[in-house]
């Protein structure tokens, strides 16, 4: 009886191991698509040049998009977006290593990085929000709008 106990007890293991495994594979790498090279941003109705563009984007969920770049000109990128008191840059997964959600967030409440609504519903239910830094550094990912904060 004891055999058929440490069997099972093993098997449960193995199962939820498997299907930890899935689920972190899931969340970190499935269904994101890396994205870099981009030559220009789109804030509004206006394209602005980057380089340096490197991001992550899917096409199963309009969050999925990160992205960092430089901007050639920052004030004017600035001036052609909306000011977003709401912008709350997404959790990213941990092989993306050029956006840090918490030092960008960080960043955007102490004024070192000024956060802009860069174009309205693009994608269901979300909006391409952004952080630009002075010295032309430029973070983009988009978060939920209205129609899923209910």
Do not use: H
């Not at 206006?46 to 309009?62: H, I, N, Q």
């Not at 409440?109 to 000024?114: D, M, V």
């Not at 952080?131 to 983009?140: E, H, Q, T």
């Amino acid at each position: 009886m004891a055999k058929t106990g440490s069997l099972l007890a093993g098997g449960i293991v193995v199962v939820a191991s498997v299907f930890g495994a899935g689920m972190w594979y899931a969340q970190q790498q499935s269904f994101y698509d890396t994205v870099s090279g981009l030559a220009s941003v789109r804030i509004g109705t206006s394209d602005f040049t980057v380089s340096d563009y490197e991001g992550t984007d899917g096409v199963t969920s309009p969050l999925k998009l990160r992205g960092c770049f430089r901007l050639a000109d920052p004030a004017a990128a600035l001036a052609a977006g909306k000011p977003a008191p709401d912008a709350v840059p997404l959790t990213t997964p941990d092989w993306i290593e050029c956006f840090d959600e918490e030092a960008i967030f960080a960043d955007i409440q102490t004024n070192r990085a000024s956060a802009i609504m860069a174009g309205d519903d693009e994608g269901d239910g979300a909006d391409l929000y952004m952080a630009i830094y002075p010295d032309g550094r430029g973070y983009a990912w988009r978060q939920p709008n209205s129609k899923y904060k209910k």
